[in-house]
């Protein structure tokens, strides 16, 4: 049940698969000192295992209470809590003019995912408040900023998001909750929001909602919803706390897993209407959404990877305690093997540990793309990046989060029966995995995203850009002639072949046949993640064998097992898409017939 | 949450995908009247929607409850389990020399997927029952059966398979409990024995164990293990219940799901030891074992179509209620529309239906084999039925219940957010489905299985034999020249290319390099589940097309979607077979590096 960070494979897909090391070298960073890496790493791993790993299983069994409007969290959290900001991995990446460590996301992101996996039921509430920080540095007022910038960064105080009412969910537009103004410029809210992770806590003494709202004279639909901050408490001229704002648990869910984190339904309104500052400008508040969405989103698929990691490693070490049946050869009076000797299970646990490596490094190439964005001198540096970036945040969120469902599957597979007893914990990882997919957009939603607007913008730009270097990676695995890939160079081939064929036959029809495009998102957001993803280890074995880093048989092996295993599904997928827009389409005679 | 059973998708897989109505039709079946079935099963789909399907969440939440060495079944559970057996339930296969109705196993198979639907852990005890009633019916001596068969066939008394021990699993050889010799021909047991199922309730009066355990004298390993049937109370010679056996269930299991099935911790000995009778000859366990899982296994199958088909029935109710978004080329101001609009959960819809489809006629299919091999009177027809089943027995587990997890998955999906809010009830099928690929043999055992010893058989026969039918129903689907196929023929070809091939290439290295066949095990038995699938479902749709059946768009539609969605994964699966075996087996240098 203990969580050991791999810094090494870490460091090897920061540095060489996602690009980091380059970026760098290229000065698209700075300042930014790189060795200092890995000693963030080592100690965020420490921290993880020490303080928020032990407490993982404690907050699924007791969860959280509500009671009087007030929520309590698990045994040790709150304590776990003061010790998360005191050690200042709250501010890791957050802006230094307001107390923050301004280190690259990338770091960030390495951090997350060793959040998540020691505890993702933790790691989610500074998830969003980091979220909150960047809506509120982007979008808000100096004063606002001036107020609750520096304790958001800090930890001091958590962020909620507040998007979702009953009848809006996936489709935000819908939302009723209504903001009014008041002669002082500030505006009164009332309505519900349902679904609000961390809504309300014992961890701090403040928490600072950012709610989406619509004001009366609002157009309808995403165009008329606007962005408030709304603090639990409201905040004195000297930064005292003063009056409780009216706005307050009213229930809280009983949910598959993450069972520690509270999930809400929040009310305002119940006494004249919660307090709210405007963020950004009126009926602005989807631009300023998405700033956090994006944000929210890549942590999200860390959560995946993270979640991965630990099935990952309690599966491979039940896998070498566990003794059942002998290695083939072995006479049967022989005592019985570990049951890391039979190769059903060894390629369960290469499945398990190459879609982690492969969704990890797609995380960390989104991070990096972000950070080069907002870092890079040159402004066409820049501008490709953002395209990179949004162009891999679906792919980071949907696939990552897939792949953290499927190996956590698998990791309550390695148990057997012990597996789907609870004291193991594998079933844990398995139950917190499956809201991944689902929040923060949907993983269709994801897919949707990635074929509608990304791939759609520029005619495709930021995808070709992606292939190309993928071309190139394939390109140095054949040329290397090093017959440990075995067949990794032309599976990586034919997988990237299809998913050229695949996009460009999804950007002829995304204007002229929405629904056939549409009816391809998800095999076609899995091809690109399998294609992307085996790339991205392939040049993670190429930097390995280089020299540079070492262990290049571990890494080589890696690749092509996820070669031969994973991406090889591409041309599978490839006529999924191409072949599948009818039957797709026209479903309504089997489901309704 | 209602269940409603398909029987129309029912009939179809039954008397044309799983060739039913012509194993009747040559006579195989004897004098078993066809016209039965439908009202069989329209009979039992009542009972499944009146009694027991409204009793799944109760039984969720409330779970089961040990005191005082008692275990307490939830509220409502003694009631229906009554109404079970004076519904005459329990006794639809049952043997008629001991009061059974004899049905085919065919139609228990889908009375089977009946109760699993409506509820899957209340349907484990009678499954297990039946397994019981297996074993006793071939190994008993007549005295035992007089004594116990008729409770077990009615119902009046349930039955246990006790064979898992901490250390013994999978590996059953390992197991220590002891019998000894009683002067009186009798047999004391004493150990523990793990996961027992229904090791203790309160539905019944007593309760007839099957026990595996180890005589002194017994040689090492699964050589030495012989069967025992030791009742919770001894049977005095009127039939009346006389002492209580010293057989006590000492804990329960906390689950992931199937929280209304107790799963017991049963010790053996406390007391001076269990008294128990020999079923078989001694040492001869493990036979008696096979015949008792084999119907378990195909049982297990059935439990995860009929969990898939829960979980799509309730994921296709709520696509037609839950309004998010519009159609595309709806105009915004228009409302809202309900989410089946949507070609991704049109898409998702598809996927659930097609593979419940497919893995429920596979089951069926092997249902039917085993009745031809017990009902045939020409004893080759009866010999290759019995192949057949063999061959289908580890695909109709593993495939089905791979499928029963990804059904209820994507159930979950489509939900949204309110899918991980227990209150839905989508949650509990994706809890219960995840022990169905672990118990009677996790799925990698079923691949081995089928590698090892099916596919291994006589060179290979059944598996030919099976093809070769395979390859007549795509000749008729590409014969038929019917546009609405689209591409099916083509994908199904292909698919029986690959799984040919990658037979042959296993065939060839079962004996010469078995760790090459074994690391392939589990995606060949994919494939083959994929191709079977595929073609079962071209020849329901040949049979709907053909007049005698009716709604032939639907199922062309439903086969096309599984030929362009699933069945086309068949190379990919064959690449990872017959590539990936280097790498597997070459995992140490990855996992343990």
Known sequence: MTYQAPIKDMLLALNHGAGLKAAVEAGHYGDFDADLTAAVLEEAGKFASDVLAPLNRVGDQNGIKLQDGKVTTAPGWPDA??????????????????????????????????????????????????????????????????????????????GTMQ????????????????????????????????????GDHDMTDNIVHFVLARLPDAPAGTKGISLFLVPKFLVNADGSLGARNDIYPSGVEHKLGMHASPTCTMTMGDHGGAIGYLIGEENQGMRCMFTMMNQARLGVGLEGVGIADRAYQQALGYAQERRQGRAVGKSADSGSDPIIVHPDIKRTLMQMRSLTAAARTICYATAVALDVAARATDAKVRSEAAARGALLTPIAKAFSTDVGNEVAY???????????????????????????????????????????????????????????????????????????????????HDALA????????????????????LAGATPYLRLFGATVGGCYLASEALAARSGSFGEPQRYVALARFFAENIAVQAPSLEKSVTDGAEMVNGADAVLLG
């Not at 190139?472 to 067949?487: L, M, R, Y």
């Not at 695949?502 to 950007?507: D, Q």
Request: charged share 20%.
């Open 410 to 492: 698998l990791g309550v597979q390695v148990h057997g029966g012990m597996g789907f007893i609870e004291e193991t914990g594998a079933a844990q990882h398995y139950r917190d995995a499956r809201i991944t997919p689902i929040y923060e957009g949907t993983n269709g939603i994801q897919a949707i995203d990635l074929v509608t607007r990304k791939l759609a913008a520029n005619g495709g730009a930021a995808v070709w850009a992606l292939l190309d270097e993928l071309g190139e990676t394939i390109k140095q695995v054949e040329g290397s002639n090093d017959p440990a890939f075995g067949g990794t160079g032309q599976k990586l």
């Open 81 to 158: 809590y003061k010790r998360w900001t005191e050690g200042g991995w709250n501010a890791v990446s957050g802006p230094e003019s307001f107390g923050g460590q301004g280190l690259p996301l990338a770091i960030n992101a390495a951090c997350t995912e060793i959040w998540s996996a020691s505890n993702v039921a933790f790691g989610l509430c500074p998830l969003l408040t980091l979220s909150a920080i960047e809506a509120l540095d982007a979008h808000g007022s100096d004063e606002l900023k001036k107020i609750y910038l520096g304790k958001l960064v800090s930890g001091e105080w958590t």
């Open 498 to 517: 299809s998913l050229t064929r695949t996009s460009r036959w999804l950007l002829e029809r995304v204007t002229s046949a929405p629904n056939d495009a």
């Open 163 to 198: 998007l979702t009412e009953p009848q809006a969910g996936s489709d935000v537009g819908a939302l009723r909750t209504r903001a009014e103004r008041a002669p002082d410029g500030t505006y009164r809210l009332k309505g519900a929001k349902i679904f609000i992770t961390y």
